[in-house]
């Protein structure tokens, strides 16, 4: 098993903008340095050769929670009752394209952090994103499992 904590801010990966010549280049400005944190953090925890295997992954996605989540005056550091535990916001990003951004930072095929070959590998998936508990830093939560062939998962 591979855990890999990542902090920064998630992105998602959408859709790429033709600018001429053959060029295509991101739409989103935030995926660049989320794929930047996801390469540091998992070189960071995993030394290890590249996984080839059938893998099995699990990704928490960690936002910070916005300011009408809190309470005002002396209750300003104080959750409100009312407040979502769950991300829904468009803002935040589809979860499926969490997921894009953050696999192919983790794949070699993608010029990720060599983890494994390419996110094809990955045959069994969950993935959640929730906001951050207090003094909680944003980012994920990556675990990864070799997948037995009896596929025990």
Not at 56 to 75: A, C, D, E, L, Y
Request: glycine share 10%; proline share 4%.
């Amino acid at each position: 098993m591979i855990k890999i904590r990542i902090y920064g801010l998630p992105a998602p990966q959408g859709s790429k903008r033709h600018v001429g010549k053959g060029i295509m280049i991101e739409s989103s400005k935030r995926v660049k340095p989320w794929r930047q944190d996801v390469k540091f953090g998992a070189s960071a925890v995993y030394t290890g050769g590249i996984l080839e295997e059938t893998l099995k992954v699990k990704i928490q996605f960690i936002f910070p929670r916005p300011k009408s989540h809190f309470g005002t005056g002396k209750n300003a550091s104080k959750l409100k009752a009312t407040a979502p535990r769950y991300v829904t916001s468009r803002g935040c990003g589809d979860i499926e394209k969490l997921v894009r951004s953050t696999l192919d930072a983790l794949s070699a095929s993608s010029g990720g952090a060599s983890v494994m070959r390419d996110d094809s590998q990955v045959a069994v998936l969950s993935a959640s994103k929730r906001y951050a508990h207090t003094e909680e830093r944003s980012g994920a939560v990556i675990i990864i499992n070799i997948l037995d062939d009896d596929c025990n998962d």
